[in-house]
């Protein structure tokens, strides 16, 4: 049995968890812990100076502000010299899009299924310095290929080749919900070609597992921590072997070691980075709980959508919580996503979603949906299940009447 998770102490760490308003659009960002609030406050009334300084306060800062690195470093098993931290995943990934140094005819495959701040950065490269740009596309023949698409790693073995230097996938779809197996995708990789780089967008998978950067095997790695409970601050892992295909991106005095002085361009908010631990601090300990506590939310959920004839279920119909995260989106026959959605909200304090969520390819072009897109109910831990069946009836009360 995992060790429960005491919803008490969790609602209660979220102060705006205490209003009438349901979060069910944690995908799209989740709320901020106290603590984060707390810290972000007491660096900026006691600590608020340049870094690097001599004078006691600056000291005070800078101390506080590695450590905060630090912390965010451990928190993906990684150290303060391989990651960097910045505004956004968008930004980060077209940090390292400018920082990469192909030679033409180099090839880099990117993901159908992602969301466009892990692929327009990779189709922008390609064409700068005139690579060839392959896509891994979900495999059409495989079952429930038309509702449920997914990467397999059987369908990208036969697109790599010894010039492939980049591929760039998800570990989890921001639409989807469904997991890949990330750990073994990048140990093909690998497997078939050492210098081939993989680059994974963590941002969907972050808020719902732990994430230990040097056990996936990956050479980048990035999210978002204003999923993540915190700040809207975000982190890039790079491996050593992609640290040593960047330039430097930095000012020409600057030492050109580490992840930071190659990529970071002063982007990360000191008060943010300040922040990160208390995040660090409230996910310890809680894992197997959130896992076990999320499976309950999506098997609630997911055992009404799949009983509706009404409802198509887009991505794992599945609650196996191996298999999905609590990120559910579908659509109602004869309705419109986003008229239902705003029915729903007319008569409720829920907050959900309709749309495609910036992953505009997969919605559009392996969906086939129309740019009202799906529905979208991402559910994290410090939802409970009477939410939910709170949220059903209200669906229910909507649907009843046509
Ligand atoms: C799967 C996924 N990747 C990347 C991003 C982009 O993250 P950011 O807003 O930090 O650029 C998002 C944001 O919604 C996302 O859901």
Avoid at 41 to 62: H, P
Avoid at 173 to 182: E, F, K, M, P, R
Avoid at 369 to 385: C, D, F, Q
Wanted: aromatic share 10%.
């Amino acid at each position: 049995m995992a060790t429960a998770l005491d919803l008490d102490e969790v609602r209660g760490s979220f102060p705006a968890l205490a209003g009438k308003q349901v979060y069910l659009d944690n995908a799209g960002g989740s709320q901020t812990l106290g603590t984060v609030a707390e810290r972000i406050q007491d660096y900026l009334l006691n600590t608020n100076v340049q870094l690097g300084a001599t004078y006691a306060a600056a000291k005070q800062s800078t101390s506080r502000y590695d450590e905060g690195y630090a912390a965010a470093a451990t928190y993906i098993g990684a150290s303060s010299d391989e990651i960097v931290l910045g505004s956004s995943t968008t930004q980060l990934f077209r940090n390292v899009s400018y920082a990469l140094r192909f030679q033409a005819g180099d090839e880099l495959i990117v993901s159908a299924v992602d969301h466009e701040a892990n692929i327009a950065p990779w189709v922008d490269l390609a064409e700068r310095q005139k690579l060839v740009l392959k896509w891994w596309k979900p495999n059409a023949d495989a079952p429930d290929a038309g509702t449920n698409p997914k990467l397999l790693a059987s369908d990208l073995v036969g697109l790599l080749t010894e010039k492939t230097r980049l591929v760039s996938f998800t570990h989890a779809s921001n639409i989807l919900g469904t997991i890949h197996d990330v750990k073994a995708i990048t140990s093909i990789v690998h497997s078939r070609n050492p210098k081939t780089m993989v680059c994974v967008d963590g941002v969907a998978y972050a808020p719902h597992r732990k994430i230990d950067v040097k056990d996936l095997g990956v050479d980048f790695y990035s999210y978002s921590w204003y999923k993540v409970y915190g700040p809207h601050i975000s982190i890039l892992y790079a491996s050593p072997l992609a640290l040593s295909n960047l330039a430097s991106l930095g000012h020409f005095f600057n030492p050109h070691a580490t992840l930071q002085d190659k990529l970071g361009l002063a982007g990360a908010s000191y008060e943010l980075v300040h922040a990160i631990p208390a995040v660090a601090e409230y996910l310890d300990g809680k894992w197997e709980g959130i896992v076990a506590h999320e499976g309950q939310l999506q098997r609630t959920l997911l055992a009404w959508l799949n009983a509706r004839a009404d409802v198509t279920v887009w991505g794992e119909r599945s609650a196996d919580v191996a298999v999905r995260v609590p990120t559910v989106s579908f659509t109602l026959n004869g309705w419109d996503s986003k008229r239902f959605v705003e029915a729903v909200e007319a008569e409720s304090d829920f907050g959900f979603r309709w749309g495609s969520f910036y992953s505009v390819r997969l919605v559009k072009d392996v969906l086939g949906l129309p740019a009202e897109g799906v529905i979208r109910v991402s559910m994290v831990h410090y939802n409970t299940v009477e939410e939910v069946k709170r949220l059903i009836a209200a669906m229910e009360k909507v649907l009843a009447p046509k």
